[in-house]
């Protein structure tokens, strides 16, 4: 039993990603590895980290330290700032508030962390997306940062990461949830934090919210019209409906909304050993 392989893909979904630490966790519970790792925008953060050799219980106590304090995150958000307020007129109407992927996320990682895919303990891929090509970039070698800064490189959050010659952006983009770049493996759990239809909210939703709640939809039908073609031998989906995108400072309550996500991959992975 112990020699099946099993691929993890971890999805893109902002602050319902999360919900990560708890698929990660239970392969801890169960004393069991991913045979690879891919991950698509926070879904490649918590991958990277993971397949650097931090566990799941470091990753929470990490992430809970980083997005303890309102102050200390915004903070962190205006040192990566590189929009200023007269680029709002500029060419282009450009961003006055956009951020740089590579900068925040230095400054979020914890420590351990590889710097090139080669020093990983577990395989892993990253998932962007180039913008000119409109094509989907599997990274799979060479530095470890850049390719994760532009898989989580979300549009008209974040500026495009140049790296390689590619202007790339979020890998959400064209893949959700990268269950199919994952090799030769036995089984796939695959965790799904799009997020499914919700209720109608209390008030008409603002610009901001219009925009990245078109993004998640937009995701949605992605990963649906992926699975209607191959799906993966489990999909995990944590309840994440009533988290939006950036309610990172929300962390404990996501986590606990989202506790079930541990005992649902625990038993997707005893299925997997046991097939």
Known sequence: MSARRIGLALGGGGARGLA?????????DLGVR?????GTSIGAIYGAAYA?????????AHTAAMLRTRGDVVGKLWKARVGRLPDLFGAGSRNPVLLDAETLMELFLPEGVAETFEELAIPFAAIATDFFARAEIVFRDGPLRPAVAA????????????HRDRTLIDG??????????????????????????????PRPPNALEVGLGSVQIMQAAIVALKLERRAPDAVIRPHVEA?????FLKTSAVLRATERTREETKRAIEAALAS
């Open 20 to 28: 990560h630490i708890h698929a990660l966790q239970a392969f801890d």
């Open 34 to 38: 991913p045979a690879a790792i891919a």
């Open 52 to 60: 650097s050799g931090l566990s799941a219980a470091e990753l929470r």
């Open 151 to 162: 898989s989580m490189a979300i549009p008209g959050l974040f500026r495009p990461v140049v």
């Open 172 to 201: 959400a983009m064209t893949n959700p949830l990268p269950f199919d770049v994952l090799g030769d493996v036995d089984a796939v759990i695959a965790v799904d934090v799009t997020g499914g239809a919700v209720l109608d909210g």
């Open 243 to 247: 988290i939006t995108l950036l309610d």
